[in-house]
């Protein structure tokens, strides 16, 4: 085989390169999941706590179509079938009221800037 004595290691290197993020979170603690400061006044949120974590930008999103496109302002619940007004302010932050210990601990720990706050007042004795 032609160059095999540099073939042969340059594919180890690339394979290595290659697969360094697999091998380098063996243990799992590469991330590490922030606490978070979980309201005490309620039982349960809209959905259920997994499919909020992975899916709450995502509803924020419909709901403002929604209410600002097509004029619907209620959102049922599928976890108890609960009417909720669509609204970031009201029905979000009324339970999660404090923006630095809630959203701000998740949204640092995986480097995101979201643009709720662009349009939306931040809750009183937030910085």
């Known amino acids: 085989m032609y160059h095999s004595k ?3 290691p340059g594919l180890i290197i690339f394979f ?3 697969t360094f993020p697999f091998w380098f979170n ?3 603690e590469a991330y590490v999941t922030p606490e978070l400061v979980l309201p005490e006044d309620h039982e349960n949120c809209i959905e259920s706590v997994e499919f ?3 899916e709450h930008m995502t509803i924020l999103d419909q709901w403002r179509d929604a209410y600002v496109r097509d004029g619907y302002g209620l959102y049922e619940s599928s976890l108890t079938g ?3 007004a669509m609204s970031l302010t009201k029905t979000c932050m009324d339970c999660h009221d404090d923006k630095e210990q809630f959203c701000d601990r998740c949204h640092d720990s995986v480097s995101v800037s979201p643009y709720c706050w662009a349009c939306h007042i931040e809750p009183e004795g937030v910085e």
Do not use: D, N, T
């Open 82 to 84: 609960e009417m909720y």
């Open 6 to 8: 540099k073939i042969i």
């Open 16 to 18: 290595l390169f290659m």
């Open 26 to 28: 063996i243990g799992g």
């Open 52 to 54: 909020i974590r992975a």
